[in-house]
């Protein structure tokens, strides 16, 4: 339900906030004083096409905004903006959009911004407008199915045959890659083969290549390692004035000097220390030499081995854990391609099921669907004959969905294509609704659709313009009751030049224009008591201080109005 609507800078209007109630709101006011520019306004908040000359003269931008009510309990309204991850504040969103002079803008709704096709997808389900051909639900063929299905109370039923579709549709490509992929799969499986088998013929322990890479630098440099550990040898040793033997004359003055002084006997154990202990690092060092020996012949199989990791690394992965990862993988896929066979047959024997039991539900819906359709016929007929249209034919029609070779089909909705067409006067022929070039008689055709539904539709606000034209009399008495009696179960916004509408709202918000400063400004303003009287006076006679128009104004709010606040 739309609550208020917030207009800065746009055509005549400055600055204004209309509050709307539920039930039926009414825009009079005389021609020209702006009622269109506040439909073009809301327009502009339900995806329509941005003008910047709708701009006021002065201003470098227009902002409108609105506060729509959503009921939670609407599931394609929660379903959308879940998905656009945007959540209602207290059972309320606001929709923002601005317009600047070089015609770029900006559209929120609460805070996050969003596209104007984005926009649109979201009013469509809160809001018909209708007089005005941008905005008309009617207008879209495939609402025409979500019509019928709502007034058969078919909906749930269609939701579930479009999710069995989807299921099935899903099964069938993935049938039909496995059938169509035959010589990918031969190429896939041998590949797979032979990587696997190039793989494990290798034999890759972990860190193996960690292991070789040192050995094989060992290996590589074993002329150098054999010199150093001699030149080593040869300073440490005891002969030929090593290290040690060195040493052993530092252990003679040793113990001469403790002789001397005994206090320095702690000194003379760590030198004897120091001698033993590298007395040994030179029997390490003597075996590490005498146990080195260069084996050119495994120097070129740890090369080799090298070779064949580093090319297995640069097909399977960089490194050895990775390449045995691949071959898991490999595994497990082709033992799922190797298994084709049986999944085809598991396949084919699901397919056959679904489709049979799609077929059914297709069936169903089409049998409900044709039962509904001579139903709504005959209501809206007997509602647009009530709304002076007493020649008009109108068929729903329920038909074969064929393909592009005329062979007829099962789609994602079921095996119908629904359509409303229209014959509104004598002798023409049927034509589509958008062929229609009334704005007044579209608006009737979508008031005794929304009249034939009434509580079973979830679309909570409709706005009508136009949709008096041409008519009066009884045919407006009629009229006015039709739309009071919608606004039992909708929110009802009406522009309208007739009183005896205009008598039934629970809202009548008045339009004027003035000339203030030398400038011109439309305004709103909600009227009840003399003031409303007058105003339906001024509808009926064009002069509301008339004592004969003001009594017909008084004598319709008594009989029409008791509604009205």
């Known amino acids: 339900m739309l609550e208020t609507l917030d207009v800065h800078n746009y055509a005549l209007i400055d600055r204004l906030t209309v509050r709307f109630s539920k039930g039926f709101n009414v825009f009079t006011g005389e021609t020209g004083a702006g009622k269109s520019i506040l439909i073009g306004a809301l327009g502009l908040l339900l995806g329509g096409k941005g003008d910047p000359g709708s701009i006021r003269s002065g201003a470098q931008e227009t902002l409108v905004s609105c506060v729509v009510r959503v009921n939670g309990a609407d599931r394609e309204v929660g379903e959308w903006l879940a998905a656009h991850d945007i959540a209602p504040e207290e059972g309320t969103l606001i929709l923002r959009r601005t317009l600047k002079k070089n015609g770029r803008g900006s559209i929120y709704i609460q805070s996050v911004p969003v596209t104007q096709a984005d926009l649109k997808e979201l009013t469509a389900l809160l809001f018909d407008l209708h007089g005005q051909h941008d905005h008309q639900s009617l207008l879209v063929e495939d609402n025409h199915r979500k019509v019928l299905d709502t007034y058969a109370g078919a909906e749930d039923k269609a939701l579930r045959f479009r999710d069995s579709f989807l299921e099935l549709k899903s099964l069938k490509e993935r049938y039909q890659k496995l059938v169509s992929s035959e010589r990918e799969r031969l190429r896939r499986i041998d590949i797979l083969t032979h990587s696997i088998n190039e793989i494990e013929e290798a034999k890759l322990k972990p860190k193996e290549d960690e292991e070789l890479d040192v050995e094989h630098k060992l290996l590589a440099n074993h002329e150098k390692l054999f010199a150093l550990l001699a030149d080593i040898h040869e300073h440490l040793a005891e002969s030929r004035g090593g290290a040690l033997a060195a040493l052993r ?317």
């Open 249 to 565: 004359s530092t252990r003679a003055a040793m113990d001469d000097l403790v002789e001397i002084d005994p206090n320095l006997s702690s000194l003379k154990n760590q030198l004897e220390d120091a001698f033993y202990e590298l007395e040994d690092y030179d029997e390490s060092i003597r075996r590490v030499k005498e146990e080195t020996r260069f084996d050119p012949d495994r120097l070129s199989a740890v090369e080799s081995r090298l070779g064949e990791i580093r090319l297995l690394k640069k097909k399977y992965g960089n490194t050895i854990e990775e390449i045995l990862a691949y071959a898991d993988e490999s595994r497990r896929e082709l033992a799922s391609i190797e298994n084709w066979e049986e999944d085809k047959e598991s396949l084919q024997k699901d397919i056959a099921a679904r489709e049979k039991s799609l077929l059914a539900a297709a069936e169903e819906l089409t049998a409900i669907r044709t039962r509904a359709a001579e139903a709504l016929e005959r209501k809206i007929v007997e509602e647009l004959k009530a709304l002076s249209m007493p020649k008009v034919r109108f068929k729903v029609g329920v038909k074969d969905k064929k393909n592009d070779g005329g062979k007829p089909v099962v789609g994602v909705w079921g095996k119908d294509e629904v359509e409303f067409i229209i014959s509104p006067n004598l002798g023409e022929p049927f034509k589509k609704l958008k062929s229609i070039a009334s704005g007044g008689e579209l608006s009737r055709v979508m008031l005794a659709v929304k009249t034939a539904l009434a509580e079973a539709d979830n679309i909570g606000s409709l706005i009508f313009d136009e949709i008096d034209a041409g008519i009066g009399g009884e045919v407006a008495l009629t009229l006015g009751e039709r739309l009071a009696q919608l606004s039992r179960y909708k929110q009802v916004l009406c522009i309208t030049h007739l009183a005896t509408i205009a008598v039934r709202a629970d809202n009548h918000i008045k339009v004027e224009k003035s000339v203030e400063g030398g400038r011109t400004y439309t305004r709103v303003k909600p009227v009840g008591g003399r003031e409303r009287v007058e105003e339906i006076a001024r509808m009926l006679a064009g002069d509301k201080r008339q004592e004969v128009s003001i009594k017909h104004a008084e004598e319709l709010i008594a009989q029409y109005g008791s509604r009205a606040r």
